[in-house]
Structures are given as C-alpha cells and as structure tokens.
C-alpha cells in the first residue's frame, strides 16, 4: 500500500470516529428537551384566588389586577390563572386573613390592623407620625424592620410577599380648618376601634367616636359627628368631602396594605412557580404604592375642584401634633415589646439623618 493510500485511510478512520461521536452527543440532548417538555405540560394547574375587603379603587387591587395578574398568566401560558375578588366578596379581612391561615383561600391584600390581634408587634402602625413620608416608609417596610415583621406571619401560617399602601390618614371636618392640636378639641371625630387611635385622639382633645365606615357618610350628614379620619382615597371613595368641606393633611397615621399568602398553599408550590409569584409580587407592591400616591394628587384636584379646602399643614404644625401625642409610643411599647421599639428608632434614625 502506497503511503498516500495510507494516509487516505487514517484520515478516513479518525472521520468517521468524530461522526459517531457527534451523532451519540445528540441524543441525551434531544433526551433532556423532551423531558423538560413534558415537565412542563405535566406541571399543575394553579387558580391564585385573591381576596379583598376594600373596592377596586384600592391602589394594592389596581396594581394587582394592572401587573400581577397578566403577568403570571402570561409567564405559565395560562397555566396559573388569578382571579380577584374585591368589596368583601370572600369576606373582610379578618374572614379572608382566617380563610389564608386555614388553607381555604390562596392570596389577600389586607390592611396590617387585623394582623396585631395574632402578632401584636404590628401595632407599630398605629404609632401618630412615625414617617414624615410615604419614602421613609418604603425604606424601613423594605428593610430589617419589614422583614422582622414578614418573619413574625410565617409563624401564623401566611407569607407576606410584599408591601404596598393606602397612604397617609388625614382629618375633616365641617366646622373649621384644622392646623393646630387646639383646633381638634371637642370635635367628634369618627376613629378605628383601635385603642391605640383612641388614646390619640383624646390627648389631641377630640372626642373619638368608633363606628363602620359604611355609617359615616349620613353621621356627618346629619351632623351626628363632626369630622373623621381617613387616607384620601377613602375620603374620595366615600365622598365624604361632599359633607365635610375641611381636608386638612395631617397625614398623622400611614396606613400599610400587604399582599398575604397562605403558607399552606404556597409551600405546596414548585420552587419555580414560588420564585416567580415571589418575584412579580415584589413589582406588584412598588406599583401599588406609585398608583397611591398619583391617586392622592388626582384624588385632592377633584375634590378641591369640588369646592372643598385642603389644608396643608408645615412641618412646625405637624410637630406641634407629634408633640402632643408622644405618649402613645409608651402605649405601643407595652404591646410590642421595648426592643422593637428601640430597633424602629434606631432604623428611622438611620433613613432620615
């Protein structure tokens, strides 16, 4: 055999050896795609029923039905739906709370006040001008003090995935406007049950008046009371500019909203569907808290337009407020505990310096 011959045929040889080699390279390839494909079509379908006790004007229901919702429908082709159920259709809160516990309900968005009868810590809240801003706010929900707080639920049976809210609470009245404590003595200010909120509102002068807020439309009308205490977008919800022309900002108490799931559902979750409901409602409660304050802006527009007057407090007037109820931080300590309050102190040092 000629050397070029031989040549020809090593050549030849070491071919057909990459061919094959190629060819077996292939197959656990094709193998791995058809096996993630039928993971995919075998994964189970999931109907994430979310409740909520307020309307659909609330800023955590807009963001969710906005964002979360078609989201999460389109990152599973439909393979997880969201159905939302706003106005109490599952319940108030403390109903829809006990539906998330017991694993009858997947998901809510409720206000932190009926979480402090399981968890009393969240009573921080209820604290008068504990953030001078809706970004003071963001950063202590979003830091140690919102993940302490998250931690405390995972206990009771829920997973708190994000933060949102429904704004500052601010006071009217038909009777005067409202820049100084002096202002609010001897008014009737409908308040919460809350204790917390009915001990300020005493050392404010008031006379603190608890009832359902589907009541207070005709007590204002009727003059029953005199005033009342709400974030704006309840205060244009229920219209009750139209019966009380004094909107002073106060903004004395931030009021947090949460998007709660029940612990016993979401565990039972492949961890890709966990990360990816995790990781949208995270963006669900950003755009919940833009929608709440765009809304307060629009919101005080038309009810100024109304012929309503907004009074807008400096912060010299808020403080003289601060002042007054500084004693319901003792009140709160007693709840919660005087190492939280140190801890939140200590946090909202940190943000505001």
Not at 64 to 91: A, C, D, H, M, W
Not at 178 to 183: A, K, L, N, R, Y
């Amino acid at each position: 055999m000629t050397r070029k011959a031989l040549m020809f045929l090593v050549i030849l040889g070491i071919a057909g050896l990459l061919l094959t080699g190629c060819l077996k390279t292939e197959e656990p390839v094709q193998q791995v795609q058809s096996s993630e494909a039928e993971q995919d079509s075998n994964a189970p379908e999931i109907v994430i029923k979310i409740g909520f006790g307020g309307p659909e004007t609330l800023p955590n229901y807009r963001a969710i039905k906005e964002l979360f919702k078609p989201e999460i429908e389109s990152k599973t082709n439909g393979r997880i739906k969201v159905e939302l159920y706003p106005s109490s259709q599952l319940g108030d809160d403390v109903k829809l709370i006990e539906s998330l516990r017991s694993g009858t309900l997947e998901a809510a968005g409720p206000t932190t006040a009926p979480l402090v009868g399981m968890a009393p810590e969240f009573a921080v809240f209820d604290i008068p001008f504990l953030f001078e801003s809706g970004e003071v706010a963001d950063q202590i929900l979003d830091g140690e003090i919102g993940s302490k707080l998250n931690k405390l639920l995972e206990s009771k049976g829920l997973y708190n995935l994000a933060w949102t809210e429904m704004g500052f609470r601010h006071v009217t009245n038909s009777v005067h406007p409202i820049t100084s404590p002096s202002d609010i003595k001897g008014l009737k200010i409908r308040t919460m049950e809350n204790p917390i909120h009915l001990e300020a509102w005493r050392l404010l002068g008031a006379n603190p008046t608890p009832m359902p807020v589907s009541e207070v439309f005709t007590a204002l009308q009727q003059h029953a009371i005199d005033g009342q205490e709400n974030p704006v977008v309840a205060i244009y919800g229920w219209k009750f500019y139209e019966v009380n022309n004094y909107i002073s900002l106060t903004g004395h108490v931030y009021s947090p909203l949460t998007f709660l799931y029940s612990k016993k559902l979401f565990d039972s979750y492949s961890p890709d569907d966990q990360k990816l409901i995790r990781e949208v409602a995270l963006k669900t409660g950003i755009r919940g808290r833009e929608i709440a304050r765009a809304d307060e802006s629009s919101y005080l527009e038309e009810i100024k337009e109304a012929g309503a007057t907004i009074v807008e407090l400096t912060a010299a007037q808020k403080q003289a407020f601060q002042e007054v109820t500084q004693p319901v931080w003792d009140s709160v300590a007693e709840k919660v505990g005087d190492e939280l309050i140190e801890e939140l102190k200590m946090a909202l040092a940190k943000v505001t310096r």
